[in-house]
């Protein structure tokens, strides 16, 4: 949508924004292609682009409303996107409109948050289909996650002898008999899985992490089946290198890189590379990988596990980024940077560390002199978009707020569906005093994605400007074009924030 003309008389630095932000009004982009089946949708949410996702999810349940695999994954998604009132609301009214339907009784009982009313819709689907499988499989995860492992493998095994290619259901009868600390039936669950599904991924990723010297092989053969599938490559590319087939394992991880940009698998990549150069071994390179893992925590114990691999290997700038990274979690600012500023000095040209010691920097409060460091890592890894809003973060804690936005509007447009661009770009044209137009981007972005955190910032920036009835206004107008009740409900918190209590 083509925001508004401004009502304010802006600043200086207002003007100059107003400028750059002249093309910041984008189009609504059309909805991809509809999908004869689910497996796009999926293939979207593997790689994070949840709207996009939700898009091709809304083409499939257009064309079939009825599709109980689309439901169960437009409840999930919607719960998890905060509406779980909405979606709540819209399965008891089917449930009472079908009342003899099955399905629609199963689904209520996915969509309840209540365990008994969860339970009462799955025996409802029961009694009217005694050999519902996904009904008996709603039972067994209220039993799994009630405590009592036993009645949720008796369930879980009812709904698989109902229906043999219930993924959920396995993986749901796995964690069943591990809760039961059968380790050998886990393990015999998960090949019943894989020989009764071997076109579903997750069975080749659970039977591999069951066994770990037969994975290079499975994930082998898994890698082979699923070429196009990032999860499935980089269990692969992980299983290699925890066996020690380094060269084996880089290979795999170059030929991801170039398909699949992921930091988390540069720095894994970085460490075989260093490993083939002689500046670490297998040994310290797996003391990285648990140190990372332990973090979060335990970061002391990550300390521990760094500390003898960093004075071993002093030649590896990838150790010296995690090793600084792990020192500033525990409280030793100094040491860390010492360390982040080691890991420059051994890899000037690394993104990966560039951005280690920029978001170091900025995180502690300097910059001016983490900006040349995220402006080069941004500047090589354009596809990462959170190192893109740390740039511009740092351009406008640098005193430069046009160039911040200039920069951020930039990151919106390349990522259009992305959420963190629009929101820096409305925080900074907050701090430059142009709350009109951080309106306007925040609703060019929820026209894209009617993300939850967009409807909370644009509520805080209208309060802020004393706007919440024109940008609750805006925002019916976008709910009478599209249908999209989200934007109904936008709009009334909106005017409830603007109602005296």
Known sequence: MVPKPWRSRPSAIAALLLHLLAGAALGVQPSPARAADLRTAVALLDKGQVASARAELNAVLAERPNDIEANELAIDLRVSAG?????????????????????????????????DAARAAFELALRLSPEHARAWMGIGALERVGGRPGAAVAAYERALKADPRLIEAWNGLRKATLALEDMRGAQAVSRRALDALPEERDTWLALAAFVPVEAPKLLAEAAARFPDDPVVQIAYGRALFENGLTQDALAVYEALLNRWPDRTLRTEAALLADIRAERLDLQG?????????????DPKAAERALSDAARRWPRSATLQLVWGNVLAATGQPVEAE????????????????????????????????????????????????????????????????????????????????????????????????????????????????????????????????????????????????????????????????????
């Open 83 to 115: 509406e779980a009132e909405a979606v709540l609301k819209e399965y008891r009214d089917r449930s009472a409109a079908q009342p003899d339907n099955a399905d629609a009784a199963y689904l209520l009982g996915r969509a309840e948050p209540a365990p």
């Open 285 to 297: 390179a797996k003391a990285i990988l648990e140190s990372r893992e332990r973090l979060g925590p």
């Open 338 to 501: 010492k360390a982040l500023r080691r890991a420059v000095e051994l890899d000037p040209d690394s993104p990966e560390i560039n951005s280690g010691l920029g978001m170091f920097l900025l995180a502690t409060k300097r910059p001016d002199a983490a900006l040349p460091s995220l402006d080069r890592a941004a500047a090589a890894r354009p596809e990462e978009v959170a190192l893109g809003v740390a740039a511009g973060m740092a351009r406008a804690e640098a005193g430069d707020p046009a160039g911040a936005a200039e920069r951020l509007l930039n990151l919106t447009e390349a990522h259009p569906y992305e959420v963190a661009p629009p929101l820096a770009l409305a925080r900074v044209l907050m701090s430059a005093r142009a709350a009109p137009q951080a309106i306007a981007v925040l609703i060019d972005a929820l026209v894209r994605r009617p993300d939850p955190e967009l409807f909370r910032a644009l509520l805080v920036v209208a309060r802020a400007a004393g706007q919440l009835e024109a940008a609750a206004a805006q925002l019916e107008s976008e709910a009478k074009r599209t249908g999209d009740p989200r934007f109904t409900d936008g709009a009334a918190m909106l005017r409830a924030a603007a109602s005296p209590p």
